[in-house]
């Protein structure tokens, strides 16, 4: 797993193809003067926002627990994500606004075939940059380099959309054919901003996580409970990379304390072994608080 440094490394790496990828839409824009490239580039300045915000909830998010924040500073990635998606949307109304002045005024000298090498090029880049950033987010549970990579992704289907598109304009000889382009790329922003915005606010109101990982941790706790009878009222919820789960263990009520503080530590050391970082709260209760609904101890 991804420590600390090695986390904001990526933010700095992420910061820094965000600043080349734009360089290279700017200058597509600038050699061709297609307002559907001008929208592209306008998409990947809000790419550097968002390397810029993933880079200090990536900080901040490894901060110590302390006296006003007792569980970490884990939920600072949703709000860098929740924070890109509004950006993410507020770019889309922009760019639709440039699509709408150039349907009314076409831009009739359009030079596309210097545009689309640099645009390309930038598509490329940011093409291997947002597979790193989903993958390496999704290994280390973390909401900033997810989304920062989703949204990256998203900028080259953009890209390629826009390189076969503008293609298009000399050999058709349609001038309004760069305002539609520009309206899609509008269209397809919103959409992965309402998309970033809806896993973020799931994340910030502790929705619980996916059955196929519930399954597990029932699963880890009833094998590794040796000597208890069974578990009930299990919650989970997640802040990033770590994991918050409390339940109640029933044990047999003539065990003694530090028998059933032994089968806690066994479980939870389980449970860190499966899903990593974890403040696991066990609840002991005797026997007669045992529930029909709860999970079996596997003997």
Same mark, same amino acid.
């Given at each position: 797993?991804?420590?600390?440094?090695?986390?904001?490394?990526?933010?700095?790496?992420?910061?820094?193809? !965000?600043?080349? @990828?734009?360089? =290279?839409?700017?200058?597509?824009?600038?050699?061709?003067?297609? !307002? @559907?490239?001008?929208?592209?580039?306008?998409?990947?300045?809000?790419?550097?926002?968002?390397?810029?915000?993933?880079?200090?909830?990536?900080?901040?998010?490894?901060?110590?627990?302390? $006296?006003?924040?007792?569980?970490?500073?884990?939920?600072?990635?949703?709000?860098?994500?929740?924070?890109?998606?509004? =950006?993410?949307?507020?770019?889309?109304?922009?760019?639709?606004?440039?699509?709408?002045?150039?349907?009314?005024?076409?831009?009739?000298?359009?030079?596309?075939?210097?545009?689309?090498?640099?645009?390309? =090029?930038?598509?490329?880049?940011?093409?291997?940059?947002?597979?790193?950033?989903?993958?390496?987010?999704?290994?280390?549970?973390?909401?900033?380099?997810?989304?920062?990579?989703?949204?990256?992704?998203?900028?080259?289907?953009?890209?390629?959309?826009?390189?076969?598109?503008?293609?298009?304009?000399?050999?058709?000889?349609?001038?309004?054919?760069?305002?539609?382009?520009?309206?899609?790329?509008?269209?397809?922003?919103?959409?992965?901003?309402?998309?970033?915005?809806?896993?973020?606010?799931?994340?910030?109101?502790?929705?619980?996580?996916?059955?196929?990982?519930?399954?597990?941790?029932?699963?880890?706790?009833?094998?590794?409970?040796?000597?208890?009878?069974?578990? $009930?009222?299990?919650?989970?919820?997640?802040?990033?990379?770590?994991?918050?789960?409390?339940? $109640?263990?029933?044990?047999?009520?003539?065990?003694?304390?530090?028998?059933?503080?032994?089968?806690?530590?066994?479980?939870? $050391?389980? =449970?860190?072994?499966?899903?990593?970082?974890?403040?696991?709260?066990?609840?002991?209760?005797?026997?007669?608080?045992?529930?029909?609904?709860?999970?079996?101890?596997?003997?």
């Amino acid at each position: 797993m991804l420590k600390g440094p090695e986390k904001i490394v990526f933010g700095w790496m992420s910061l820094l193809v !965000s600043l080349i @990828a734009l360089a =290279l839409k700017y200058i597509a824009w600038h050699v061709s003067g297609s !307002s @559907a490239l001008l929208s592209d580039a306008l998409e990947t300045i809000i790419n550097v926002a968002a390397a810029i915000g993933a880079l200090w909830a990536l900080t901040v998010s490894e901060r110590p627990a302390d $006296h006003n924040h007792t569980y970490g500073h884990e939920k600072a990635e949703y709000l860098s994500a929740v924070t890109e998606a509004v =950006l993410v949307v507020l770019t889309a109304i922009g760019i639709a606004w440039v699509a709408w002045k150039s349907w009314l005024t076409p831009n009739t000298e359009i030079a596309p075939w210097s545009g689309i090498v640099f645009n390309a =090029l930038g598509g490329v880049v940011n093409l291997v940059w947002g597979l790193i950033l989903v993958r390496q987010g999704t290994l280390r549970r973390s909401p900033a380099l997810t989304a920062n990579g989703r949204h990256v992704i998203s900028d080259v289907w953009t890209t390629v959309l826009l390189v076969i598109g503008i293609a298009l304009i000399p050999l058709t000889g349609y001038a309004r054919l760069d305002a539609l382009l520009s309206g899609l790329v509008a269209i397809n922003v919103l959409r992965v901003g309402f998309d970033m915005m809806k896993h973020s606010i799931a994340g910030l109101m502790d929705e619980a996580p996916d059955s196929d990982t519930l399954q597990m941790i029932r699963a880890v706790i009833s094998e590794n409970a040796t000597g208890a009878i069974e578990a $009930h009222d299990i919650r989970v919820r997640t802040a990033g990379s770590l994991s918050f789960i409390e339940f $109640h263990l029933v044990v047999p009520g003539a065990m003694s304390v530090s028998n059933s503080h032994e089968i806690c530590d066994k479980v939870e $050391h389980a =449970l860190r072994r499966h899903i990593g970082r974890a403040i696991i709260h066990i609840h002991v209760e005797p026997e007669e608080k045992a529930k029909q609904t709860g999970i079996p101890v596997l003997a």
